[in-house]
């Protein structure tokens, strides 16, 4: 997530010598050089210094290690912090940055490597307007972002759009194989199953969307569509759809409590 957010933010106007990357692996740090020509080090606090935000896009249990080793930097000079960190709690990323320090929480997902993300942002205090355009900035620059109430409903954020696009892939792996079996070639039902998932998106994307209004347009009475859709009906997808979120939120939440109490420590992540 890292890597597209430095690709997106280059995409969008910010300048190589405007970002640099905290990065302990050698191999990724020269990636990063020849590939955006943005400065990278193995130093996080020499790569935090002077930045106005700071993006902690690390593993949840890097998370609390990483901001305790940059405090002192932080406590200089005030920078808004802007973690990508699946699951770690607001609190205990404000306690590893020290006192005064904003801390927001952002949810992206999968799709924002080509740009065409979502990401729910929580906030525990209130943001200034500086604020909130620059996070709007950074996480805006690989899709759309949605700010969310509580952050409790992060976890939901993580269930539907977070966890969403291996459940549309999945349905296309069906509808692939279902064709498949059918009689069509592999190939050809694969690349059928994509480029619907690939267009109905397109049209679910659209300003004006309606989800049941675009499944109705398709389905015409007495057709193909309504005796597929009365088929998935007599399953009960729509409980099985619901409680397959329900099963992403709570584990979310059961993630988030196994990171309450993170390990200090050293390190570079």
């Known amino acids: 997530m890292g890597r597209a957010l430095v690709g ?24 990063l050089r020849r590939e955006f020509g943005i400065s990278a080090s193995a130093d996080n606090s020499a790569a935090a210094q002077g930045a ?10 890097d998370a609390v290690p990483t901001l305790a080793g940059l405090r002192e930097v932080f406590a200089r000079q005030r920078p808004l912090v802007v973690s990508v960190a699946a699951g770690v709690r607001i609190a205990a990323l404000e ?22 993300g979502i990401s729910g942002l929580y906030a525990a205090g209130e943001l200034s307007v500086a604020q909130r355009a620059s996070v709007a900035s950074v996480l805006g620059s690989v899709g759309e972002t949605v700010w969310v109430p509580t952050e409790a409903a992060l976890d939901v954020v993580t ?7 291996a459940y549309f892939f999945f349905l296309a792996e069906l509808m692939a194989e279902a064709g498949e079996r059918l009689g069509l070639e592999g190939p050809t039902a694969r690349r059928l ?4 998932l690939y267009g109905s998106g397109l049209l679910a994307h659209a300003a004006d969307s309606d989800l049941k209004r675009l499944r109705a347009e398709v389905t015409s009475a007495g057709g ?39 390990v200090m420590g050293a390190g570079v992540s």
Do not use: H, W
Request: aromatic fraction near 0%; charged fraction near 20%; proline fraction near 7%.
């Open 159 to 165: 269930a539907v759009s977070g966890s969403g696009p």
């Open 193 to 196: 199953a994509s480029a619907t």
């Open 8 to 31: 997106g933010l280059l995409r969008s106007g910010s300048r190589p010598e405007q970002l640099n990357v905290g990065e302990k692996e050698a191999a990724a740090r020269e990636l």
């Open 224 to 262: 193909t569509t309504e005796a597929a859709v009365r088929v998935l009906e007599g399953t009960d997808l729509r409980a099985s759809v619901s409680q397959a979120v329900a099963a992403a939120v709570q584990r979310s939440r059961e993630l988030a409590a196994a990171s309450a109490n993170p």
């Open 95 to 116: 306690a590893a940055c020290g006192p005064g320090i904003t801390v927001v929480r952002a949810m992206p997902n999968r799709p924002a490597l080509v740009g065409a």
């Open 52 to 61: 106005a935000v700071v993006v902690l896009a690390v593993k949840p249990q």
